[in-house]
């Protein structure tokens, strides 16, 4: 018997109120079958605003699925996903609380530990992305690649089974994006969590992943292509787009997605005109 997936979500779809057309529903996601094994690293790629924070807000529990299923290591989810750690698109860490204070939150809020022993782990996650000396430092103080940093050891910190992670490097520039992008490549390595890594960077997905999944253009978004990325580990993000099988699969794999982000861009232009 194979063990179940960390994370499958089965036939989800998503509908919303149409803006200006209350009457009027418009389905984000239709049908979306995909499942994460435990361990795996997968990458998400399709246009801007095909759905991918949408199946990201489903996968943590945030957003009930219009229909189907989530099952959480062979278990349907009900409710908040407590297996899973969400490292959000936005900025999340609370401007009133230090970094180190932001880090210990979610240990604190979950109260299995004393504040000691929340704050112990705090400060050596702090320490494993290169923040050891900035704890007492608030958001407001730190580049935002160290909030970047800072939000990374937050979700690290509870040691989730599942990591939910939407564009979390998009922000940076290239090569602060690198380093934390090979930073998260060697955690990930040591603990070995089931990850669900969306992005619209084609490089960003391919050299981090062990599968990268393209999703069609919206309305009704729905996965279009699937790509095992058969390159060995462990992996330096800038050494490996240099390996002529990342480049075959980046050819192979732009062939899909290319059309798909034309085709979102001029809904979006739609979208604007009155
Ligand atoms: N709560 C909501 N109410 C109405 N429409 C929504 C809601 N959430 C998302 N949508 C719509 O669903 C579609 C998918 O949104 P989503 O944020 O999942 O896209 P995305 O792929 O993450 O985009 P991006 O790459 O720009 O982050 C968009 O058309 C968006 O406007
Ligand atoms: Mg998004």
Not at 6 to 24: K, N
Not at 35 to 52: D, L, N, Q, R, Y
Request: charged share 20%; aromatic share 6%.
């Amino acid at each position: 018997m194979t063990a179940a997936p960390a994370l499958a979500l089965q036939g989800v779809t998503c509908s919303f109120a149409d803006r200006g057309h209350a009457e009027r529903l418009y389905t984000a996601v239709q049908d979306v079958s995909l499942a994460v094994a435990a361990g795996e690293f997968v990458s998400v790629v399709g246009p801007t605003g095909c759905g991918k924070s949408t199946l990201l807000n489903v996968a943590a529990g945030l957003l009930a699925p219009s229909a189907g299923a989530v099952q959480v290591f062979g278990q349907p989810l009900a409710g908040i996903n407590a297996r899973a750690g969400y490292m959000f698109q936005a900025e999340s860490l609370m401007p009133w609380r230090s970094a180190l204070a932001n880090v210990m939150a979610g240990l604190e809020f979950r109260g299995r530990l004393s504040a000691a022993e929340a704050r112990a782990q705090a400060e050596d996650w702090l320490r494993r992305v290169g923040l050891g000396a900035f704890g007492g430092r608030y958001p407001h103080q730190l580049s935002g690649g160290m909030r970047k940093r800072v939000a990374l050891a937050q979700v690290l910190a509870l040691d989730p089974d599942i990591i939910l992670m939407d564009e979390p490097f998009s922000a940076l520039d290239i090569q602060t994006r690198q380093l934390m992008e090979n930073e998260l490549l060697d955690l990930w390595q040591g603990r070995r969590k089931a990850v669900l890594f969306i992005t619209h960077d084609l490089d960003e997905a391919i050299a981090l992943a062990d599968r990268v999944l393209v999703l069609s253009a919206g309305p009704a978004s729905r996965p279009i292509g699937e790509f095992r990325v058969d390159l060995p580990r462990p992996r330096d993000v800038a050494e490996i787009k240099t390996q002529p099988r990342f480049i075959e699969l980046h050819a192979a794999i732009w062939a899909v997605l290319r059309d798909e982000v034309l085709k979102g861009y001029a809904q979006q232009l739609q979208a604007v005109a009155p």
